[in-house]
């Protein structure tokens, strides 16, 4: 399938719900604290024993790399990766509002009839009565401040077609919460190719590409290296699309930085005062205006 003249080759795309829409998560303003990546990575293998009691989660299989993709990720990011069972809704809740870049690596199911039931679940103990699910209807009570969400779940992007309104799918439900930007995927996806795409989107937005370029070069990456396999076909990779702001990561200000500057600063000058109690300011000597001052000669580049 590599040999196809796929338009990613030559272009790089990216969406959102609407220009309204667009133009406010551009103007969120949200920006990255190098501690401030978040990744949930639950496991499955403690879902609940009889699934029949428990239709929501009937679905729901062991996966394989999600808790790799997130440590992975880890060390390209810094920040905190909750998996197995303190990977729960609860500590979602808790904690995503606020990290700067939330990270997914879950189950995801859409609901194409029932738009704000489509949702991403988290780790569910044997004994909880709760589903550990969050819905798309969880997050319109929700604020959530990162400048990128990325949901490495199943059919994260869609969901209810609703006329007048659009579709209703779990990104659309993080884009109403507040976040900047989101990437989220199509339908299906496979869990080892993602962990792979997902590293390098991460790394390539560490180099400090926009973030839909970001993702074309880690597509294209993996492509690249699975030539010559099924692996590219676009089932694979194509799933991944990105939403809202596609500007680079910004890094926030780090105005501890000046606080603890200004302080050292007038620790030192309190510390020269007490060493020089006589010690007077000055005026500074400036040549008066009839005064000749020496010129030089202007540095010249190149010879011009």
Known sequence: FDNHAYLIYDYQFSYCYSATLLKE????NSRFDKNGFLAFAPSYSGDTLDVRSDPWRAVLGRLRYNVAEAKAIQQIMG???MTDSAATEENFRKMAPDASILHLAAHGKAND???DYSYIAFYQKHDSIENELLFVKDLYTMRI???LVVLSACESGIGELQRGEGILSMARGFSWAGAASILTTLWSIDDSASAEIME???QNLKDGDNKDTALRKAKL???EKRKGTNATHPLYWAAFVPVGDMGPLKAAFPWWLV???GIL???IAGVYFLVNPNQQARPLSHPSRHEKVASFPKPVRNGF
Do not use: D
Request: glycine share 12%; aromatic share 12%.
């Open 145 to 147: 401040k990162a400048a």
């Open 79 to 81: 920040g905190r990766v």
């Open 200 to 202: 390098h989107f991460y």
């Open 259 to 261: 606080a603890s500057g």
């Open 265 to 267: 600063l007038a620790a």
């Open 221 to 223: 990456e993996f492509i």
């Open 25 to 28: 998560m551009i103007n969120r």
């Open 113 to 115: 009839e029932h738009g």
